[in-house]
């Protein structure tokens, strides 16, 4: 079956700008999470939902970056009032329950450049 | 906190040879531990994980990695490198919530 998708892959703004992306999970998974991987690092835990429900979003930075995945499915991370420090690669990843032990599955990712 | 060590952030080998990746967690409650496999421009994707049963995991590609919980590691191994297995690896940890840490990488290199 399809994977994670994620769209759109690559994203370049202008500082200021709001941006929208998004993650299409594999289908009937139940959690979801989002990752921010900057260059030569390994991700890193933004947020992520089970279901509809965002259960822990410690790891976004601030407040100009919030997620939402309304009806269980598709999520959307988005940053509003972009700053050059935000370019980075935008990772999504879902797994088939919320069990700590199950494998997460991993989209390609969008790299984000605020110019 | 938990977090997680991967000791080399370039690690280059001649094909045939040991892989040996290192990775060593913080924490005195053995966490369940990943391995993942980034090829450019794809997603990550899972090698292995340990998750309390055996300490000896064996995964795709002919990977294997041993939890040792008196070193605090969780080390990679493959016993012939091929040029395939060019790739950056990343180690993580996970306990019982879903606050995943990785390592920042170990880039691996195959020499023909």
């Known amino acids: 079956g399809a994977g994670v998708s994620q769209s759109p892959r690559y994203k370049v703004t202008k500082r200021g700008q709001d941006v929208a992306l998004r993650c299409d999970p594999i289908s009937g998974h139940v959690s979801l999470y989002w990752y921010r991987q900057a260059l030569g690092q390994g991700p890193e835990f933004l947020t992520y939902?089970?279901?509809?429900?965002?259960?822990?979003k410690s790891g976004l930075p601030n407040d100009r970056f919030s997620a939402e995945r309304p009806e269980g499915s598709i999520s959307t991370l988005t940053i509003q009032r972009t700053e050059q420090r935000d370019s980075a690669m935008y990772r999504c990843?879902?797994?088939?329950?919320?069990?700590?032990?199950?494998?997460?599955?991993f989209g390609p990712g969008t790299r984000l450049t605020v110019l | 906190a938990q977090s997680v060590t991967q000791l080399g952030s370039h690690v280059s080998v001649s094909e045939g040879a040991l892989v040996l990746l290192r990775c060593n967690y913080s924490s005195s409650v053995p966490p369940y531990l990943f391995w993942y496999v980034q090829y450019p421009n794809q997603g990550l994707q899972l090698l292995l994980k340990?998750?309390?049963?055996?300490?000896l995991v064996k995964g795709i590609n002919g990977f294997e990695a041993e939890f040792k919980k008196s070193e605090t590691s969780f080390h990679l191994t493959k016993p012939s490198a091929h040029m395939s297995d060019a790739a950056e690896y990343f180690c993580?940890?996970?306990?019982?919530?879903?606050?995943?840490?990785f390592g920042a990488g170990t880039r691996l290199t195959v020499k023909p």
């Open positions: 340990y998750t309390s049963a055996a300490t």
């Open positions: 990843a879902s797994s088939p329950t919320s069990v700590s032990t199950d494998t997460q599955y």
């Open positions: 939902f089970n279901y509809e429900a965002q259960q822990d």
């Open positions: 993580a940890v996970r306990y019982n919530n879903n606050d995943m840490r």
